[in-house]
């Protein structure tokens, strides 16, 4: 049974509180900052990684890594795709909702993912992803979060990003995006109304999978060197790591590990968090 990822949103609420706190030390909000200070993904300027690293609009932002030469799609093979959405009842929404076509077409979209590093990694990314998005939909099951209509998922303190009060910003797609301060930006960068119709995610399969790939680009892919534990407290580390819920974390590891022994690659350390 999926576990409800209402979890991973009150770890974003924590990530959203930290970049806050950098405000401190910041020119500005939406930027408008100094020639020799970074804006942010978040619209706060300075000059270390947090503002001119993954994400970085405007300003003297660092260059990223070379992508490699890997193909995704020759990773994710059809075969692979199948043996995730294959273990999915014949009932599950997801069923008639995601692709590996619809994950191809929003991959143009997001040329650095499984393109970092070597071809190890590369492969240990894309098994790290689809690990999340196995456990995140119930191996492509679900496209909206279970009961998600009845939570609120208002940030009301997140007024770059205000909510339309009858809207719900609650998990939707693969990555289960929640908040009205994950849909504003993620709408904005790909293309879409996210603030007036976050429910495009629960329509659109592209459009789904490019939230995934938006949310995974830039706030999981800077840390999956650190080892796959890492990835989990990106997602949602509140309530799963350091004890917080062991059994949620070894049900991603064994996903993870799974598909790695699938695509041919060692898992690596820190596997837990």
């Not at 932002?61 to 014949?90: D, K, L, R, Y």
């Not at 939909?137 to 679900?142: D, N, P, Q, R």
């Not at 989990?232 to 049900?251: F, K, S």
């Amino acid at each position: 049974m999926l576990t409800p990822t209402i979890s991973k949103s009150i770890s974003l609420v924590t990530i959203l509180l930290v970049l806050q706190a950098f405000s401190n030390t910041t020119k500005a909000q939406n930027c408008g900052c100094s020639s020799e200070l970074c804006c942010s993904q978040f619209g706060f300027c300075g000059n270390t990684s947090d503002y001119c690293g993954v994400g970085c609009q405007q300003g003297p932002c660092f260059a990223p890594p070379p992508a490699n030469g890997v193909s995704v799609a020759e990773i994710v093979t059809q075969e692979f795709f199948n043996g995730i959405i294959s273990q999915a009842a014949s009932s599950c929404a997801g069923n008639r909702f995601y692709s590996r076509g619809a994950f191809l077409e929003a991959l143009d979209s997001y040329s650095r993912f499984g393109r970092v590093g070597s071809t190890d990694d590369s492969r240990c990314e894309i098994a790290a992803f689809f690990a999340h998005v196995t456990h995140e939909t119930g191996h492509f099951c679900y496209i909206e979060e279970i009961d998600g209509a009845s939570k609120d998922y208002c940030d009301e303190n997140a007024t770059q990003y205000p909510c339309n009060p009858n809207k719900g910003y609650y998990g939707r797609g693969p990555i289960q995006l929640s908040w009205n301060f994950n849909y504003g930006p993620a709408g904005t960068a790909i293309g879409f109304d996210g603030l007036n119709a976050p429910e495009t995610v629960a329509t659109d399969p592209v459009i789904s999978f490019k939230t995934a790939l938006w949310y995974w680009t830039n706030r999981v892919q800077p840390v999956i060197s650190q080892g796959f534990g890492a990835t989990i407290r990106a997602i949602n580390g509140a309530l799963e790591c350091d004890g917080a819920n062991t059994a949620t974390v070894q049900a991603r590891v064994r996903y993870y590990t799974d598909y790695c022994r699938q695509l041919g690659v060692d898992p690596g350390n820190n596997l837990t968090c």
